[in-house]
């Protein structure tokens, strides 16, 4: 048999069925062992290839279309380190629950373990951070070999999108010659030219008598609170703010909860917590007994604590992929069942409550605070707090707002409130580190109405490879730099209590000129020098198209100071209210 011919055929019979999965977009490195597969995907006329040439980047990027799409984004690259570089990426998938389809070419059985260029031991290269792995059989046009390659592409996209979605990786030995043997029926499948297997899946859900009990025992509890994390599920918002209406329970919305932004009821919802658990008397007049909480565990550490600080609270912690959110050990309830289905099922075994004290308790002390934290427009200097205070005004209708982790995704959670705007909110939150920040963001940009993203000066450094993407793909993003010249977080950790190494362990000054790099990727560079010179910038970015960089530079020790003065105002008068509220 012909190899390039039986190359060709299994490869065309891959592609195929990964069309007929649904996946659309498919990102490229450039390579030689991947030649063929390369190749055949090019080909096909309802795929999008994109090419980029850095792996790690590239992964990053793929994440982004993955991250606003909900679909499963394909990858591909050579093999040797070019499969490792994708790992940073897997592994932020894998946490956050984002749906790629990871492929690698590899060297053949023969050429492994003696010493081959460009061979590395690939097989289960990502341990137990992809949900499944395959080592492909090497290319062969029997019947039986091209149901087997059409059966795995299909296996393989529906377990990635199968809830909790995340990647699989699947290993392509392949001998030379590289080039296969294109022609115009290549796509043609004679056999079930619909697709080989479809798969079904559906929600998790529970049974009639358990919300029947979980609305029983929900009944005779008043201080109830709902802790909402990361969930990207747009019925959601509506469906829990329904049960938060009948339950009278405040619902504690994390930023990328997707709650503080939207069309949805806002009357219960939090939007201050962070500031306002920092505060004793707080904790202990909101003392709740019992904590409902869904998707990934939330940004602020208060509201961790808080919830940490009530072991004895009913815990139910609902879960619709089925995982095991409850790092500090205390769930009483784990319940498996799609979010959205769960609320609105668990609503039909409710009677409502017409108030709750409690929940007017919440209500006073997160207007309190909103009142008390409005002082921060009246900050002068570049602050990073008053900028995320400023930024629902700041953006259009229907934006994107990707934020980095360590200090930004921090004052978002403190400083970006309730707002009709129907503002996205995006990080990469999975393993929480700064890794492709500005890849991600840029990968999301290409499916995003209008995307800014906010980040640090050390994570844009650690990226900056990722700019190339914006140039190859003319992607229209608004990039907002906060540049404190080093790691702004380590001055709020007890590190920054220890001064004589702290510049060089942890501060981390870099003292760059950011405008060269961003001119080398074709962007517009401007650095901002006061308020109304962003306001300015962020209107006329509006009418432009392209990458815009914006840098702000602020004062890491000036920053640390205005957090804590702002803190120990906040709290100031918090304590003063619960004492009035209490005598």
């Given amino acids: 048999m012909n190899h390039q011919e039986a190359l060709t055929e299994y490869l065309a019979a891959f592609v195929t069925e990964l069309v007929h999965s649904g996946i659309t977009d498919v990102v490229v490195s450039p390579g030689s062992r991947s030649t063929p597969l390369a190749m055949v995907l090019a080909e096909h006329p309802e795929l999008k290839v994109r090419i980029h040439v850095d792996e790690r980047s590239a992964a990053f990027f793929a994440l982004g279309i993955a991250k606003v799409t909900n679909r499963p984004v394909a990858i591909l690259c050579t093999s040797g380190t070019a499969a490792a570089n994708y790992f940073p990426a897997i592994v932020e998938a894998y946490y956050a629950r984002v749906p790629l389809l990871v492929l690698t070419a590899d060297r053949p059985h023969e050429l492994r373990d003696i010493g081959a260029p460009q061979a590395i031991d690939q097989i289960h290269l990502y341990g137990r951070h992809v949900k499944w792995f395959a080592e492909m059989s090497p290319p062969e046009k029997s019947a039986e070999m091209l149901r087997y390659v059409r059966m ?129 008397d707080a904790q202990s007049f909101l003392k709740p007994e019992v904590i409902l909480r869904f998707g990934a565990m939330p940004v602020s550490k208060a509201l961790t604590t808080f919830i940490k600080a009530n072991p004895n609270a009913d815990q139910f912690v609902v879960d619709g992929g089925g995982g095991w959110r409850d790092p500090a050990v205390l769930s009483t309830d784990m319940i498996f069942c799609h979010e959205a289905a769960f609320c609105d099922r668990l609503l039909s075994y409710l009677n409502g409550r017409r108030s709750s004290s409690y929940l007017h308790n919440w209500q006073q002390v997160n207007a309190l605070t909103k009142e008390t934290m409005s002082k921060v427009r009246d900050v002068t200097e570049l602050s990073e707090g008053k900028l995320f205070y400023q930024l629902a005004e700041m953006l259009p209708e229907g934006a994107t707002l990707f934020v980095g982790n360590s200090m930004p995704i921090r004052d978002l959670d403190s400083f970006f409130l309730n707002n009709k705007k129907n503002i996205k909110v995006l990080a990469n939150r999975g393993a929480n580190g700064i890794d492709g920040t500005v890849s991600t963001a840029l990968g999301a940009a290409l499916y995003s109405k209008s995307l800014y993203l906010v980040l640090g000066d050390i994570t844009f450094f650690h990226d900056l490879n990722g700019l190339l993407a914006a140039k190859l793909f003319n992607i229209d993003i608004d990039i907002i730099v906060m540049n404190n010249n080093g790691g702004g977080i380590f001055s709020f950790l007890p590190q920054a209590k220890h001064p004589k190494h702290f510049e060089l362990l942890f501060g981390t000054p870099l003292d760059l000129e950011f405008k060269h790099a961003v001119r080398m990727f074709n962007g517009h560079y401007t650095k901002i020098t006061d308020w109304n010179h962003l306001a300015v910038e962020m209107e006329k970015s509006l009418e432009s198209k392209g990458m815009k960089v914006y840098e702000l530079t602020t004062n890491r020790d000036r920053n640390r100071d205005e957090h804590r003065e702002f803190w120990h105002t906040v709290s100031r008068e918090i304590s003063n209210f619960v004492k009035g509220e209490l005598e």
């Fill in 152 to 280: 795995v592409c299909s296996r393989a996209a529906a377990i990635a999108r199968r809830s909790p979605a995340g990647p699989v990786h699947l290993n392509f030995p392949f001998r030379e010659p590289l080039i296969p043997q294109l022609d115009e029926n290549l796509f043609n499948m004679e056999d079930r030219p619909e697709g080989y297997v479809k798969v079904h899946t559906g929600d998790l859900t529970i049974d009639e008598e358990d919300f029947r009990q979980i609305a029983q025992r929900l009944k005779g509890k008043e201080r109830g609170i709902i802790v909402c994390g990361h969930i990207a599920d747009p019925p959601f918002a509506a469906a829990v703010t329904r049960l938060s209406d009948a339950l009278k329970f405040p619902i504690l919305a994390d930023p990328l909860s997707q709650l503080r932004s939207g069309r949805h009821e806002f009357e219960n919802i939090m939007d201050t917590y962070d500031t306002f658990l920092r505060n004793e």
